[in-house]
């Protein structure tokens, strides 16, 4: 997703991964820890569901075949393929057609936003789905991974077959080969419980530092529409053109 296309809504899309997963659970000292809470999908037929062509991108042999091995475990009918490179990732690509990968972040020589740029130039791949799997919790590259076309973003410390089957349904209830099987979305909280989770989840220092840059990034990019908008150049320094303005609170709903 280019900045272009960034809208203020993209933000609930950036931090859903991270509401959908905390689970409040409190202990005697009144410290709230938070664990990983898989998507519910109860409601799902798997067995309607299609084979799903997976590709596991990862340079580490051993995630690679754990994350195959609970792939192979799932209630879903995977097809796993394995790539680990970028390089082998494109070979695959002009192999066959896929409509789900999981995609390391750290690999040598490059990373798993290099994979997302391979896959979404991709002239047969632009149905597919993508989760990036990460080693560190970094709100960056969560950021970065959501904006550039990513529907979720896990960490290998929280993978589970539970949480791993959720996260790949969750991604493809979005997808438009595979929302038919997922019906119409049904609300499955109340007004009450989703103001409580958010709640919780905004006191972990994390999901914060994750909004505040997201709202940044929003934010410079609609500055930066308005100066377009007003024929400044790209470059122009916005602060002092909003300090400039004879009227700076009404120009700019004329």
Request: proline share 4%; net charge negative.
């Amino acid at each position: 997703m280019d900045s272009a296309s960034w809208r203020p809504a993209d933000m609930f899309t950036v931090s859903k991964d991270i509401l959908h997963r905390v689970e409040a659970k409190t202990d005697r000292e009144g410290e709230i820890n938070v664990a990983p809470k898989s998507p519910e999908f109860s409601s799902v037929d798997l067995a309607k569901l299609p084979e799903i062509r997976t590709l596991v991108l990862d340079d580490s042999s051993f995630d690679r075949k754990r994350i195959c091995r609970m792939g192979n475990g799932l209630d879903l009918k995977l097809r796993i393929e394995e790539a680990t490179s970028v390089q082998g990732l494109k070979e695959c690509l002009d192999r066959q057609n896929f409509d789900l990968f999981l995609i390391d972040y750290k690999m040598p020589g490059s990373d798993g936003l290099s994979a997302l740029d391979v896959i979404r130039n991709h002239k047969s791949q632009s149905g597919a789905v993508s989760i990036m799997i990460s080693g560190q919790a970094d709100q960056r590259i969560a950021v970065s991974a959501m904006k550039n076309g990513c529907q979720d973003f896990i960490m290998k410390s929280d993978i589970s077959p539970d949480y791993l089957q959720g996260t790949v349904l969750s991604a493809l209830s979005g997808s438009r080969q595979f929302s038919r099987y997922f019906g119409d979305p049904k609300p499955v909280v109340n007004l009450d419980e989703i103001r409580n989770f958010m709640q919780i989840a905004l006191e972990d220092s994390y999901v914060r530092s994750l909004l505040r840059e997201t709202l940044q990034d929003g934010l410079r990019d609609v500055v930066r529409t308005v100066g377009v908008n007003f024929g400044l150049p790209p470059e122009a320094d916005m602060a002092q053109f909003f300090l400039d303005a004879e009227q700076p609170d009404s120009f700019l709903f004329r």
